[in-house]
């Protein structure tokens, strides 16, 4: 591990990850195929050698903890609903990305502590790009395995605004972007958690999901964003929040880095403007 201005436990996550990514990057340039889940998303011998690595890399630490992991089943809510700490895990973020061979999918690993993210990793495992963050330790990126560590930042809103979007999702949600925004915004496609982190380092002003996501989808990616001074915040203002009940689906949400801002009302007046 290299000297981090940051404690231990987030520099062996942090190394847990490039392990992972490696792991991902070993496939990646190789021919592969393409399973189906019983959902129907798509998962590879990538995703499944990187959940190895990352289960592996968990079990070694002090503190041993469970973990909810896309690529593993997870356990009942009967088992869950008593857990207040654990891992959170998506080993391959954006696997279409790494099926279209784009460069656009991430690892992420996030701790959760009563129902919050207070610990988050992503890795961009091609660009080399790691972004790490715990509750009190500001959020921080590493262009490469070795490289000093930047502190990030997020930026007040501009204007024109600029919109990180989803790759693969399409654009939805416009209407209620011009009304919390303006019309006039740029936007920024881009996949997986890596929307996240570029308001997060202050290149986005805002994310907007229309549509199901997981919980391992935005776990690190919202500890990463929460430390760099923004927030994710469900439809009615409030804090995305982890382990809520049986279903691990988020509700729709909203990702924005200038936190002075009163997202919740300016929610709530686009809410009955359109009732």
């Given at each position: 591990?290299?000297?981090a201005?940051f404690?231990?436990?987030?520099?062996?996550?942090?190394?847990?990850?490039?392990?992972?990514?490696?792991?991902?990057?070993?496939v990646?340039g190789e021919?592969?195929?393409?399973?189906?889940?019983?959902?129907?998303?798509?998962?590879?011998?990538?995703?499944?050698a990187?959940q190895?690595?990352?289960?592996?890399?968990?079990?070694?630490?002090?503190?041993?903890?469970?973990?909810i992991s896309?690529?593993?089943?997870?356990?009942?809510?009967?088992?869950?609903?008593?857990?207040d700490?654990?891992w959170?895990?998506d080993?391959?973020?954006?696997?279409r990305?790494?099926?279209k061979?784009?460069g656009?999918?991430?690892?992420?690993i996030?701790?959760?502590?009563?129902h919050?993210p207070?610990?988050?990793?992503?890795?961009?495992?091609?660009?080399?790009?790691?972004?790490a963050a715990?509750?009190?330790?500001?959020?921080w990126?590493?262009?490469?395995?070795?490289?000093a560590w930047?502190?990030?930042t997020t930026?007040?809103?501009t204007q024109p605004a600029?919109v990180?979007?989803?790759?693969s999702?399409?654009?939805?949600?416009?209407?209620?972007?011009?009304?919390?925004?303006?019309?006039?915004?740029?936007?920024?496609?881009?996949?997986?958690?890596l929307?996240?982190?570029?308001?997060?380092?202050?290149?986005?002003?805002?994310?907007l999901r229309r549509?199901?996501t997981?919980?391992?989808?935005?776990a690190?990616?919202q500890?990463?964003?929460?430390?760099?001074g923004?927030a994710?915040?469900d439809?009615?203002?409030?804090?995305?929040?982890?382990?809520r009940?049986?279903?691990?689906?988020n509700?729709?949400?909203?990702?924005?880095?200038?936190?002075s801002i009163?997202?919740?009302?300016?929610?709530?007046?686009?809410?009955l403007?359109?009732?």
């Amino acid at each position: 591990m290299t000297d981090a201005p940051f404690s231990t436990l987030l520099q062996q996550i942090a190394a847990i990850a490039r392990d992972a990514g490696e792991a991902i990057l070993v496939v990646y340039g190789e021919d592969f195929e393409v399973e189906r889940k019983q959902d129907h998303s798509p998962v590879t011998a990538a995703d499944l050698a990187a959940q190895r690595v990352i289960t592996a890399g968990l079990a070694k630490l002090d503190d041993v903890l469970p973990v909810i992991s896309e690529e593993a089943r997870a356990a009942p809510w009967s088992q869950r609903r008593d857990w207040d700490r654990y891992w959170l895990v998506d080993p391959l973020d954006g696997t279409r990305e790494f099926i279209k061979r784009n460069g656009e999918f991430t690892v992420n690993i996030a701790l959760i502590d009563n129902h919050q993210p207070v610990l988050g990793v992503v890795l961009a495992p091609v660009t080399g790009e790691l972004y790490a963050a715990a509750r009190g330790e500001g959020a921080w990126m590493q262009r490469q395995a070795g490289d000093a560590w930047q502190r990030i930042t997020t930026r007040k809103l501009t204007q024109p605004a600029t919109v990180a979007g989803s790759r693969s999702h399409g654009a939805s949600g416009a209407a209620l972007l011009g009304q919390l925004i303006g019309d006039d915004y740029a936007s920024m496609p881009l996949g997986s958690s890596l929307k996240f982190c570029l308001v997060a380092r202050g290149d986005a002003d805002v994310y907007l999901r229309r549509g199901a996501t997981s919980e391992w989808d935005t776990a690190a990616a919202q500890s990463v964003l929460e430390e760099a001074g923004g927030a994710v915040l469900d439809l009615a203002g409030e804090p995305l929040r982890y382990n809520r009940g049986e279903s691990l689906i988020n509700p729709e949400f909203i990702a924005i880095g200038d936190a002075s801002i009163d997202w919740k009302a300016r929610l709530q007046a686009a809410d009955l403007e359109a009732s």
